[in-house]
């Protein structure tokens, strides 16, 4: 499979703080990749360097095509107010001819199940219907990457499980590459196909995981499923939740790593 | 509908104020003649084609200073707040132009422009520059910059940031500063046509009726229907700005 985003020993500074620090891994066409790492871990950086909205200070990004997307955590101050819901959908839109916009914010609404809405506005929605909004946008641009941040973190719980498996059949059924930065680590095992686990500032990469679960998943077997169990507690035993050190990370991620660079070559 | 009544009591109690203050003999006779007096000049006014043309001649300045003035002072608010290096150049020379009320450029405008309605058109133009100027300016300020990257994100360059982004973010700041500025431009406009010697406009009205037979009714007509205008000027651009800008 190709690789649709190399990273190369990325790294950003803002002056004398150092918030990642030299980051290389891949992401591979059709791959859900999350990240997952601590509050203030840089993950923002990253994705604002990976996106182009920074410069980083050291490092390459190269993405395999020629845009990527990005839905932002803050749904509400990401949306134009002033466009309808399909206005916001054509947005990126603009250099193509009026009728194929049309089509194309269309068939992402319908994607979202919000074909219904088109003609409001985005602040008559609820939370989750404005950030399926933000999805379609994000897909109507058909982008070579799609990166999320923190894309559920502003939603309640139950809202929260629907949009995590719209974003699976989405993603499914039109063969998406998507890469999820988020600090919930129940998310990051059920949404990605692989795990990147960074650690605290500077960021660095702690652990590259396979997810060992099947491509289908389901919000109540997946999450009571062992093999769910148990990389969930390993996620949260490498980023140390609780406080207690309960294994020498550095040691056991450099193991890690090198076992796991294999399985990406292979 | 609570507070509309409560309006129309407000404005009763107005109006007996004036009519009894008109009555008494505190004040110098005639001097301030009582509503009652002053509503009946007003229907006699309204049917007179002179007085209906003073009135036309105002409103008609008046909507032509802010058409000039919104062509003006939002495409230089929107350089100032996106620009800094133009802001800060231009800081000193707009504090110390903003503070000259207009009046005092009465003058000044007279020589430069002579005794027509440019005179007078320039004059509330150069009052009605800066709500819209700075409220444009602020707005700017006031952009959120999660718009502008996911702006950016989508493929969108400066320009396109410009005008597809802080232009309609900035537009309900934008009419606020237009009604104030509307609002603004009445006053000048009105004072001007009182003072700098015009030959028609609501303001040369109330000066004649003052100057020649000492109408002080007539005086009053002229000062009502300037507020009328200034109501109707203020709540149309409301209406327009609830229409056009819901969010």
Request: net charge neutral; glycine share 8%; aromatic share 6%.
């Amino acid at each position: 499979m190709s690789n649709m985003l190399e990273v190369a020993d990325l790294g950003h500074s803002y002056g004398d703080y150092e918030a990642i620090g030299g980051l290389t891994f891949t992401v591979r066409a059709g791959e859900l990749v999350c990240v997952v790492g601590p509050s203030g871990c840089g993950k923002s950086t990253l994705l604002r360097t990976i996106s182009g909205l920074i410069a980083p200070s050291r490092g390459d990004v190269t993405l395999n095509g020629s845009h990527l997307a990005v839905v932002f955590q803050d749904y509400q101050r990401s949306l134009f107010p002033w466009l309808t819901v399909q206005g916001n959908v054509e947005f990126p839109l603009r250099s193509l001819p009026r009728a194929e916009r049309r089509s194309r914010a269309a068939e992402a609404l319908a994607w979202v199940g919000l074909s219904a809405a088109a003609k409001k506005r985005p602040w008559q929605l609820s939370g989750g219907m404005q950030q399926r909004v933000a999805i379609a946008r994000a897909l109507a641009y058909r982008p070579a990457l799609l990166l999320m941040d923190e894309p559920f973190a502003s939603v309640d719980a139950q809202t929260r499980f629907e949009l995590e498996d719209l974003l699976l059949r989405v993603r499914r059924e039109h063969d998406t590459t998507v890469l999820v930065v988020t600090h919930d680590i129940d998310e990051s095992v059920y949404l990605g196909d692989r795990i990147l686990v960074l650690s605290g500032s500077p960021a660095k990469l702690v652990a590259d995981l396979e997810v060992p679960l099947p491509a289908e998943r389901d919000q109540v077997t997946t999450r009571t499923d062992e093999a769910f169990v148990a990389l969930r507690s390993k996620v949260a035993r490498l980023l140390n939740v609780g406080g207690k050190p309960t294994l020498d990370v550095d040691k056991w991620a450099a193991a890690e790593r090198e076992s796991l660079s294999e399985t990406v070559s292979s | 509908m609570r507070a509309f009544t409560r309006g129309l009591i407000g404005i009763a109690g107005f109006l007996a104020l004036w009519e009894l203050l008109g009555r008494s003999p505190l004040l110098p006779a005639d001097a301030l003649p009582p509503p009652s007096l002053v509503f009946g000049e007003l229907v006699v006014q309204l049917t007179s084609p002179e007085f209906i043309s003073h009135v036309v001649a105002t409103v008609l300045a008046v909507l032509i200073a802010i058409a000039i003035a919104i062509a003006i002072a939002v495409p230089s608010g929107l350089v100032l707040g996106s620009v800094p290096a133009v802001r800060h150049a231009t800081r000193a020379v707009i504090e110390f132009l903003r503070p000259i009320p207009s009046v005092a450029l009465i003058p000044l405008a007279l020589v430069m422009l002579g005794f027509g309605p440019e005179t007078k058109i320039t004059l509330a133009v150069y009052a009605a520059l800066w709500p819209i100027l700075f409220n444009t300016i602020y707005a700017l300020d006031e952009l959120d910059p999660l718009l502008v990257e996911t702006s950016r994100v989508f493929g969108t360059g400066r320009v396109g940031v410009l005008f597809r982004v802080a232009l309609p973010s900035a537009l309900p700041f934008v009419l606020t500063g237009i009604r104030l500025a509307a609002t603004t431009a009445l006053i000048v406009m009105v004072s001007v046509e009182l003072m700098a010697g015009s030959q028609i406009g609501l303001g040369f009205f109330i000066m004649e009726a003052r100057s020649g037979p000492g109408r002080m009714d007539q005086v009053l007509v002229g000062t009502v229907v300037a507020g009328a205008i200034g109501v109707l000027l203020n709540s149309g651009l409301e209406r327009v700005r609830k229409r056009w800008v819901a969010w």
